[in-house]
């Protein structure tokens, strides 16, 4: 009896409803090409402003437009209770929820994650989680990461968007078609309950997007994961979000196999 083929996946882990922002060129690549294109939430997104749900929907219509299947999100933050910006403290059932998520993958193309670069400690811990899981399966030449934004070299609340760090090694970048930038923008200004934070983040996006026009990834290391993302004060901390000392707290007892306090 003739069996279906095994369709390749292409896995993106995100920590936030709206982190798909930085990878939008690949998700359509990867639908273009007829691959199935798996995606994940990490924390459940709610906020003083918004809740769960919205920004959920909001995600979820950005990537269905990409043509990603709903039966292909999940909203594992939500599942687990991991508030945003909470990420760090509940490294051990994430890591268990990656797992079983991976494990019900067979043909994966790529593994996609944040970048390590200090922008938002949510965002370096789903990194670490994902490297880690990469590293014990094989899957480190097939895991790429992509970034948000990082803040190296600058001072005050000043920020970079979609600005690869140096230390994160060799870039690998596509160039986006016109009419794909466009579209681009427009997915970007489907988070209204995010208006807040997207009133800063939109305009450095929009420049990179129409006069950069490439969408970068880099590959990863377990190396870095015991570095500094960058010199100097991270994003988060100049947020006063986090510290790198906690972070690192945080991993190493993760690693040992005990709750970060």
């Known amino acids: 009896m003739p069996t279906e083929p095994i369709q390749a996946v292409a896995l993106f882990l995100f920590a936030h409803q709206d982190d798909e922002f930085g990878v939008l060129q690949r998700i359509a690549h990867y639908r273009a090409r007829g691959l199935r294109v ?21 995600s979820r219509a950005v990537l269905q437009r ?4 709903d039966a292909d999100i999940a909203f594992a933050g939500e599942q687990l209770g991991i508030g945003d910006a909470q990420l ?22 790529a593994l996609h994650v944040t970048a390590w670069e200090g922008g938002h400690h949510d965002h ?17 030449a097939r895991t790429w990461q992509y970034s948000l934004y990082q803040a190296e070299g600058l001072g005050g609340p000043l920020f970079r968007v ?5 230390a994160n ?10 009419a794909d930038r466009l579209r681009n923008l427009r997915c970007c200004l489907m988070y209204p309950s995010q208006l807040t934070t997207w009133v800063g983040l939109f305009p450095p996006v929009a ?4 006069v950069r026009g490439v969408e970068s990834l880099q590959p990863v290391s377990p190396a870095r994961l015991l570095e500094r993302p960058h010199a ?15 972070m690192q707290g945080a991993l190493e007892q993760w690693r040992a196999g005990f709750p970060p306090s």
């Open 38 to 58: 798996a995606c994940a939430y990490l924390t459940d997104g709610g906020t003083a402003r918004a809740a769960s749900a919205q920004r959920n929907a909001e």
């Open 66 to 69: 990409l043509g990603v299947r």
């Open 88 to 109: 760090p403290l509940h490294l051990a059932r994430a890591d268990a929820w990656i797992g079983r998520w991976l494990d019900g993958h067979i043909a994966i193309e």
């Open 124 to 140: 370096d811990a789903l990194h670490a989680l994902a490297v880690g899981q990469a590293e014990r399966r094989g899957l480190l």
């Open 162 to 166: 979609l600005a690869p760090l140096a």
């Open 169 to 178: 090694g060799p870039v690998d970048r596509i160039a986006i078609p016109w």
């Open 207 to 210: 420049w990179h997007t129409m």
């Open 232 to 246: 100097g004060a991270l994003y988060y901390e100049k947020r006063q979000f986090f510290t790198w000392e906690r």
